[in-house]
């Protein structure tokens, strides 16, 4: 497996991982700017909007067939969010050149089947197509609305809310209800005109084909991309809380507590020294089924229904998410902190570091495994510079000592408790 990078013109790069471990290739184009309130929403629907229908074809059953013409690859569109940014992505998983049945190019023709979406989309009248951003938009609406079904998640979302308050970072990346019902074709197309020449691009692919070859199709296909842009992405680190701890409580119709917890790693984020460490750490404390979380706190102590940690490795944050009965809300709190304190004093054996140090390497050659998180892995480094990538990552993980885990620990500061908890009477 071997990384290429190229930069193609000012904001605009291309990577390749170039490999015969698939009988797959994954191409994908992303788009990124700075997460906003006022533009958050725009550029979650323009994905949904492009994928309705282009130009050459129409309408999604028109797009789906030419796709499957392809040896029945698959074409996708979707926005994330890395740290501040929001990223608006096209993507198509397709069969390697060496396993089609006449010997016949499937990398070109993908990559022109993805530059007629993102870049000849269905028009009316000069803009999007009225129906499409009107149906899509209520679509959009509903999947933001729907979040506070999945309590769990909804408890983190509101605790990054609360924690990150006037940060860009807890702007939610699918933007507002209101205002993706009440989008406009005009209002959209002009997101979409400024998406087009303000955001820093980001080609990525990952199959058997070269790089020279990659890079010949990525221009042909996406020539309207190849100029040079300022496209600044950057993220707002806060390596301590900004005051003592907030504790934030919302009531809800609901018959188990959750309890989301956050801290603030110490600046500690993927492109640091410390982050191997902060690794081992967190499936240490409880990102991992070896974890002291879930161990003591849901298996001995039986104080959750579930516990685990989880790190945003570029937004520099810990995040603790447990179910609780109600009446043992104060118990488990003061039980998932206590457990923190043990790895900070060193209150851990060999066979829980060697573990944790296994657990993460285990998973992070996993993602070796996979187009789709590899491609997510790549992306994320290109967008904030990380050196540490793959094998290297994993060797760095198996090499971190006890000493450096107790000192990223005590990096670790508690920043926001949030709570939901169920409606009384």
């Excluded at 190229?6 to 700075?34: I, N, Y």
């Excluded at 007629?116 to 609406?141: K, T």
């Excluded at 070269?210 to 309207?224: G, H, I, K, N, T």
């Excluded at 002291?292 to 944050?317: H, I, Q, T």
Aim: with cysteine; aromatic share 6%; hydrophobic share 40%.
């Amino acid at each position: 497996m071997q990384q290429h990078w190229k930069r193609l013109a000012d904001g605009v790069e291309l990577a390749v991982t170039q490999t015969d471990k698939f009988k797959t290739g994954l191409l994908s184009v992303t788009l990124t700017v700075p997460l906003g309130a006022g533009t958050a929403t725009a550029g979650a629907l323009i994905p949904e909007v492009l994928y309705r229908g282009s130009g050459r074809y129409p309408d999604m059953e028109k797009l789906s067939s030419a796709a499957d013409a392809l040896y029945g690859a698959s074409l996708s569109t979707g926005v994330r969010q890395r740290g501040e940014s929001q990223c608006v992505s096209v993507l198509c998983g397709f069969i390697d050149d060496r396993y089609a049945l006449d010997g016949s190019a499937v990398l070109e023709p993908a990559a022109a089947l993805m530059g007629e979406a993102l870049l000849n989309p269905a028009v009316q009248n000069g803009m999007f197509r009225r129906d499409y951003v009107e149906s899509e938009g209520a679509n959009l609406a509903d999947r933001i609305q729907a979040r506070i079904n999945d309590k769990r998640s909804w408890a983190i979302f509101r605790l990054i809310q609360e924690m990150c308050a006037g940060e860009a970072y807890a702007v939610d990346k699918l933007g507002d209800a209101d205002e993706a019902r009440a989008m406009t074709p005009d209002r959209l197309w002009a997101a979409y005109r400024s998406l087009l020449s303000e955001a820093k691009v980001t080609f990525y692919y990952g199959g058997g084909a070269a790089p020279e070859r990659v890079e010949d199709a990525v221009r042909r296909s996406f020539a309207p991309l190849l100029t040079g842009r300022a496209a600044p992405v950057d993220c707002r680190v806060e390596a301590e809380p900004r005051g003592p701890v907030r504790r934030v409580a919302d009531s809800m119709d609901v018959t188990q507590g959750k309890l989301a917890i956050g801290f603030r790693t110490g600046g500690i984020t993927m492109g640091s020294g410390d982050f191997p460490a902060l690794l081992v750490c967190n499936a240490l404390y409880g990102g991992s089924a070896n974890s002291k979380l879930f161990v003591n706190v849901r298996e001995k102590m039986s104080l959750c229904y579930y516990a685990s940690s989880m790190l945003d490795k570029v937004k520099g944050l810990m995040v603790v998410s447990s179910g609780v009965e109600f009446s043992q809300f104060d118990r488990a709190q003061e039980a998932i902190l206590a457990q923190l304190e043990a790895v900070r004093r060193g209150d851990f054996t060999s066979d829980e570091l060697t573990a944790a140090a296994r657990t993460t390497a285990n998973n992070l050659r996993g993602r070796l495994d996979s187009q789709g998180l590899l491609e997510d892995d790549q992306l994320s480094r290109l967008l904030f510079h990380s050196e540490q990538e793959g094998e290297d990552l994993i060797r760095a993980v198996e090499l971190v000592k006890a000493d450096q885990v107790v000192e990223t620990a005590q990096k670790l500061k508690l920043d926001t408790v949030y709570r939901l908890t169920g409606k009384e009477g």
